[in-house]
T-cell receptor
Framework: GQNIDQPTEMTATEGAIVQINCTYQ??????LFWYQQHAGEAPTFLSY????GLEEKGRFSSFLSRSKGYSYLLLKELQMKDSASYLC???????????FGRGTSLIVHP | DSGVTQTPKHLITATGQRVTLRCSPR?????VYWYQQSLDQGLQFLIQ???????AKGNILERFSAQQFPDLHSELNLSSLELGDSALYFC??????????????FGPGTRLTVL
């Protein structure tokens, strides 16, 4: 089995930087996904990390440390439209189906 | 727009009834996944089909069933509905199956309300 932990809610100011953490425990590791989900809408793919280190994609970056069972999503130059839930998902070693964390609700205020 | 379509967008029904949710995957995708999302449970995997065959099963109740047709669209059937089945139901698709690296693309969801 596996366990995924993310903070329930975070708030930040427009223009700032925010880091959303995810810790996981899994019997095997096949990579980690981050998805963004606006309220009532579909999750949309943000990033996939399988190797340690930081991957940058525009204003969003994702970091992975396999030895620590830890990842974070870094959002820079926050915009109001970044207010959403951010889901961390990990396929367990025996399966290719990702298990999703409960998500971190990010509120960006002016 | 992910390219995955789902109908209907909203569904309101009564306890004990049966409903069918429909999903069409992105062009070229052979795998279809069904998820349930409720406020207290988060996004839960239900079942996956690849090219018409069931490939993986998650926390799917016996009252629920699914299938994938030759044209690759899929239907999720929910029967003997209970109040607790009220949730958002998402369909996702991917190109292959069996690869953890395969990104899933989600449809807009069907919001089911059971009264």
């Amino acid at each position: 089995g596996q366990n995924i932990d993310q903070p329930t809610e975070m708030t930040a100011t427009e223009g700032a930087i925010v880091q959303i953490n995810c810790t996981y425990q899994t019997s095997g590791f096949n990579g980690l996904f981050w998805y963004q989900q606006h309220a009532g809408e579909a999750p949309t793919f943000l990033s996939y990390n399988v190797l340690d280190g930081l991957e940058e994609k525009g204003r969003f970056s994702s970091f992975l440390s396999r030895s620590k069972g830890y990842s974070y999503l870094l959002l820079k130059e926050l915009q109001m439209k970044d207010s959403a839930s951010y889901l961390c998902a990990v396929p367990s070693g025996g399966s290719y189906i990702p298990t999703f964390g409960r998500g971190t609700s990010l509120i960006v205020h002016p | 727009d992910s390219g995955v379509t789902q109908t209907p967008k909203h569904l309101i029904t009564a306890t004990g009834q049966r409903v069918t949710l429909r999903c069409s995957p992105r062009s070229g995708d052979l795998s279809v996944y069904w998820y349930q999302q409720s406020l207290d449970q988060g996004l839960q995997f239900l079942i996956q089909y690849y090219n018409g065959e069931e490939r993986a099963k998650g926390n799917i109740l016996e009252r629920f069933s699914a299938q994938q047709f030759p044209d690759l669209h899929s239907e999720l059937n929910l029967s003997s509905l209970e109040l607790g089945d009220s949730a958002l139901y998402f369909c996702a698709s991917s190109v292959r199956w069996g690869l953890a690296t395969d990104t899933q693309y989600f449809g807009p969801g069907t919001r089911l309300t059971v009264l």
